[in-house]
């Protein structure tokens, strides 16, 4: 038997999903399509079940594509679960008289039952399970209240009969609906009804999320730090006997000492430097990476649940037009900042091609992942912090002008941002847990195979000679144009599989601390791991892909060989204010959404919701 979830978007069926059936999933793409729906199992009374969690749908006349897969999935399923959101009842019970007419066993599921009693909404359960001849559940998916009672009348819901209904004849029969089941009292806002305002506010909206976001991101790299330190200690104490006994039994300067092991200096080993698969490598995973990652997906996942992601991404929608894109791009950007795979993974909720293929390169070749972003701050931080400054400024300067002649260049349109936006809520700290194991999970599964095999690849390539050939090959690029010693080849090409272990092998040549700002951001832009290459492939298909990666290597030249340039004739404080400049003039005056505008939509909106 297959239960399919089904609601509008944005009423917490993915809590109800999580509930049913634990966080072990199975992601599809809907065939045919790029639409993803989520797939697992519920056992209840020694049955089992296969449970879908449907794409969000508005109706079952099918307009978008995750429309039309929501029809065509209804047809499969033997039991429906329609998941309302308990505060707008109204609009959503246009699905379910529509549910209905299929005449399939069903029941109601009135979630955030709890922001609807906040909100001084109260519904007659009773009178409501009579007039529409189904079970009606009141539930939570945060908290799992009332899942237990929904899962019983999933299992034991009887096929129905209903009468198909006109469009205007349906809207009459909800009106009544209402007018008998539902009941509001007059209330007064809550603080955190006020908070919600002022989050998306014209003025203090924007100000605030930059606050937000600098603070979230100060403590990541703060605590990181803090972190790393502790675990070095810890390296220190109990893993640097091991390697040093390792290194004894190895014997020497053989291959396999200088791949596993890495240099010794003086019986001492530096575990960022010594390049080994035992030092370096696990090193990198465990000490540098991990911290930064842990860090960010507490906090992000946090945000995310929290309810302040979406409105991060109503109040940058004016910026990213101005290159092209909308509000909800942020959201895949976001998603990169700690990895990159699930960044261009969420392109594909983007509506038009174009919105993808913007998104998807910008984020390839102007956010670097947590755990490069991590050895970033470490390598280029004990430089000093205007170099730091330097490097952030770059890829921002980047990011806004390959955006405004992507803007120009790329055809296709772009769709204005029409999204709901959760009401605050408190996160369970379970699924908390829960998902931040999943994605550490997921960490382990790429990062450790990529670090520690591309630290062994690298030394095999030392060994061959082929990295002094790459070297020779593309010096007049690498050395000429860009200003960087040939050693930095050894880097990029261990970028290609993994790019925070590119970081790592920076540190051991010797840069200056100009041509270390040079070195991480060319290997920043110049081209995506493997992993993400592989995704990027996946979602804008073999064309596109191609297209994406030559855009890639002429940013790389067209950057590198400017801050060469540019590095010859201006300080490094200069260079932060001409970049400063760039971002401020392209954001103030590069055609967008103008704010009389943005306010007659806002308003448009408004008026719509109270209708």
């Excluded at 539930?139 to 209240?145: C, I, R, S, V, Y």
């Excluded at 909800?174 to 003025?203: C, P």
């Excluded at 931080?381 to 992507?406: K, N, P, R």
């Excluded at 670090?451 to 790459?470: A, K």
Aim: glycine fraction near 8%; aromatic fraction near 8%.
């Amino acid at each position: 038997m297959t239960i399919l979830l089904i609601g509008n978007p944005n009423v917490g069926k993915s809590s109800i999903f999580t509930h049913l059936t634990g966080v072990k999933v199975t992601i599809s793409n809907y065939p045919g399509t790029t639409v993803q729906y989520a797939k697992g199992y519920l056992t209840y009374n020694q049955k089992k079940y296969e449970v879908i969690d449907v794409p969000g749908t508005y109706q079952i006349d099918p307009e978008a594509e995750s429309e039309r897969v929501a029809a065509d999935m209804i047809e499969s399923g033997d039991i429906l679960v329609n998941v309302v959101d308990t505060t707008n009842l109204e609009r959503n019970l246009n699905l379910t008289i529509q549910l209905l007419e299929y005449g399939k066993p069903m029941v109601l599921a009135l979630n955030m039952w709890d922001d609807a009693k906040h909100k001084g909404i109260s519904i007659d359960i009773g009178k409501l399970e009579k007039i529409l001849g189904i079970p009606v559940v009141a539930t939570n998916g945060l908290t799992g209240e009332g899942l237990k009672l929904l899962q019983e009348k999933i299992t034991t819901c009887e096929p129905i009969e209903y009468k198909k209904l006109t469009n205007g004849e349906r809207w009459e029969k909800i009106g009544q609906i209402i007018s008998e089941v539902q009941n509001l009292s007059h209330r007064h806002h809550t603080f955190i009804e006020v908070m919600q305002d002022l989050a998306v506010h014209s003025l203090i909206g924007p100000v605030a999320a930059v606050a937000v976001l600098y603070l979230v991101f100060k403590f990541i790299i703060t605590a990181g730090e803090y972190i790393t330190e502790v675990v070095s200690m810890l390296f220190d104490i109990f893993y640097l006997p091991l390697i040093m006994h390792l290194s004894k039994l190895l014997d020497g300067n053989n291959l396999i000492h200088s791949v596993l092991i890495g240099n010794i200096s003086a019986g001492k080993i530096d575990f960022e430097a010594a390049m080994g698969v035992l030092t370096t490598g696990v090193f990198v995973v465990f000490a540098i990476v991990l911290p930064y990652i842990i860090l960010f997906y507490a906090l992000f996942g946090f945000l995310e649940d929290f309810g302040y992601l979406p409105r991060v991404a109503i109040i940058l929608d004016r910026l990213l037009h101005r290159i092209g894109l909308h509000g909800y791009s942020v959201i895949p950007m976001l998603l990169a900042c700690g990895c990159n795979v699930p960044g261009v993974l969420a392109v594909r909720n983007l509506e038009t091609r174009r919105e993808r293929f913007i998104t998807s390169v910008i984020t390839c070749v102007t956010i670097p992942c947590m755990a490069q972003t991590a050895l970033i701050v470490k390598a280029v931080g004990e430089q000093g912090d205007i170099y730091l400054l330097l490097t952030f400024t770059s890829l921002a300067s980047v990011w806004i002008v390959l955006g405004m002649v992507l803007k120009e260049t790329v055809k296709g349109s772009t769709h204005t941002l029409l999204m709901e936006i959760p009401p605050y809520r408190i996160p369970n700290f379970n699924m908390q847990l829960k998902k931040l194991r999943m994605r550490i999970s997921c960490f382990f599964k790429e990062a450790i195979p990529y670090v520690l095999g591309g630290i062994l690849f690298i030394n095999l390539l030392h060994t061959t000679g082929f990295i002094e050939w790459v070297g020779i090959v593309f010096s007049p690029l690498i050395k000429g144009v860009m200003g960087l010693p040939d050693e930095t080849v050894a880097a990029l090409i261990i970028g290609t599989l993994r790019k925070d272990a590119a970081v790592a092998l920076l540190t051991p040549i010797g840069l200056s601390s100009f041509e270390m700002v040079k070195a991480v951001i060319v290997l920043t832009i110049y081209f995506p791991c493997v992993a993400t290459f592989t995704v990027l492939l996946k979602e804008l298909g073999i064309k596109d892909t191609v297209k994406a990666v030559l855009i890639m290597f002429f940013a790389t030249i067209a950057v590198g060989g400017s801050l060469n340039l540019l590095g010859r004739y201006f300080t490094p404080v200069v260079l932060i204010i001409i970049e400063i400049a760039i971002i401020v003039i392209c954001g103030l005056f590069i055609p967008g959404i103008s704010s009389k505008k943005r306010e007659d939509i806002m308003d448009d909106t408004e008026e719509i919701s109270e209708i």
